[in-house]
């Protein structure tokens, strides 16, 4: 639903679009009330300048607030608005890949790519770069006394790693310390970065109600993969390339909370039609 600058917006849950002049959005947002956020937006001082060169609101109606993070999430990435700079960057992730008790090095930095990638344990964190990666792993070290050469940090030494000299490091590099004891360690200080495992047979679909009609939002191995509308019957396909933390981030809690209803996927969705429109077009109102 396009809209002209002065219209009446509806107060309803869903992500809305701001157009000016050019070919690029100046901003996607996300509101349970979409209303009631264009009027925050107009009374924000420092939103002054982007709110000047609104010309029209474009407006995506959805069934719950999983919906609406999911539809924005994919929309700064796909469409680039000049005001999103945080989120609309897509860049290649790493996360932290802890190997088998014994391993040395003890860990692997890798790139999440894989589908297959969200069923593997043992995974931590995602990081910008390698560099931010390093950066928290030394912290991380410094802290709890492990050993940068184990965790493959530093080149492996006979005399063991810098931090040992120092009396910093606890001696898994000189068999001071256990190396089953140092990986228990290290899962430990990293067991509040892990990501949880796609534990499900298959794909799921979330189901969220908003008065008399619905949504169904395709998610596998922490990917949104569709999206059934049931105001126009059409089931719209995404194609992600991977996984995507934001939308890891997007669906983890209320999925491993119980706090979305859930079913398996269906093979047959009762749609009227299959949708013709683009695959990363959203669900419209009829």
């Given at each position: 639903?396009?809209?002209?600058?002065?219209?009446?917006?509806?107060?309803?849950?869903?992500?809305?679009?701001?157009?000016?002049?050019?070919?690029?959005?100046?901003?996607?947002?996300?509101?349970?009330?979409?209303?009631?956020?264009?009027?925050?937006?107009?009374?924000?001082?420092?939103?002054?300048?982007?709110?000047?060169?609104?010309?029209?609101?474009?407006?995506?109606?959805?069934?719950?607030?999983?919906?609406?993070?999911?539809?924005?999430?994919?929309?700064?990435?796909?469409?680039?608005?000049?005001?999103?700079?945080?989120?609309?960057?897509?860049?290649?992730?790493?996360?932290?890949?802890?190997?088998?008790?014994?391993?040395?090095?003890?860990?692997?930095?890798?790139?999440?790519?894989?589908?297959?990638?969200?069923?593997?344990?043992?995974?931590?964190?995602?990081?910008?770069?390698?560099?931010?990666?390093?950066?928290?792993?030394?912290?991380?070290?410094?802290?709890?006394?492990?050993?940068?050469?184990?965790?493959?940090?530093?080149?492996?030494?006979?005399?063991?790693?810098?931090?040992?000299?120092?009396?910093?490091?606890?001696?898994a590099c000189v068999g001071a310390e256990p190396?089953?004891?140092?990986?228990?360690?290290?899962?430990?200080?990293?067991?509040?970065?892990?990501?949880?495992?796609?534990?499900?047979?298959?794909?799921?679909?979330?189901?969220?109600?908003?008065?008399?009609?619905?949504?169904?939002?395709?998610?596998?191995?922490?990917?949104?993969?569709?999206?059934?509308?049931?105001?126009?019957?059409?089931?719209?396909?995404?194609?992600?390339?991977?996984?995507?933390?934001?939308?890891?981030?997007?669906?983890?809690?209320?999925?491993?909370?119980?706090?979305?209803?859930?079913?398996?996927?269906?093979?047959?969705?009762?749609?009227?039609?299959?949708?013709?429109?683009?695959?990363?077009?959203?669900?419209?109102?009829?």
């Open positions: 639903m396009m809209l002209p600058l002065g219209s009446e917006l509806p107060a309803v849950t869903g992500v809305y679009v701001f157009w000016g002049e050019g070919q690029l959005p100046l901003y996607i947002g996300k509101s349970i009330d979409i209303r009631a956020r264009f009027r925050a937006h107009q009374l924000a001082a420092d939103e002054a300048e982007m709110m000047s060169r609104v010309q029209r609101i474009e407006i995506h109606e959805t069934a719950g607030e999983i919906g609406a993070l999911l539809l924005e999430s994919r929309l700064i990435k796909l469409m680039h608005p000049l005001h999103n700079i945080r989120l609309r960057r897509v860049r290649p992730l790493v996360c932290i890949q802890l190997m088998q008790a014994h391993a040395w090095p003890a860990l692997q930095l890798v790139q999440p790519k894989d589908p297959q990638w969200a069923m593997q344990p043992d995974r931590f964190g995602v990081f910008a770069s390698r560099h931010a990666a390093h950066r928290f792993l030394h912290k991380l070290a410094q802290r709890e006394r492990l050993c940068l050469s184990v965790m493959g940090l530093e080149p492996r030494q006979a005399r063991g790693c810098f931090a040992r000299q120092l009396q910093a490091c606890d001696g190396l089953d004891l140092h990986h228990e360690r290290l899962r430990t200080a990293l067991s509040h970065l892990q990501i949880h495992v796609w534990s499900f047979p298959g794909a799921i679909e979330l189901i969220e109600q908003q008065g008399g009609w619905q949504q169904r939002l395709g998610i596998d191995r922490w990917q949104h993969v569709s999206t059934w509308c049931s105001k126009t019957g059409d089931l719209q396909r995404h194609d992600p390339e991977g996984f995507d933390w934001d939308t890891y981030r997007i669906l983890v809690g209320p999925v491993l909370m119980g706090k979305v209803k859930w079913e398996p996927a269906r093979s047959a969705k009762p749609a009227r039609r299959r949708a013709t429109i683009k695959p990363d077009q959203p669900c419209e109102n009829p």
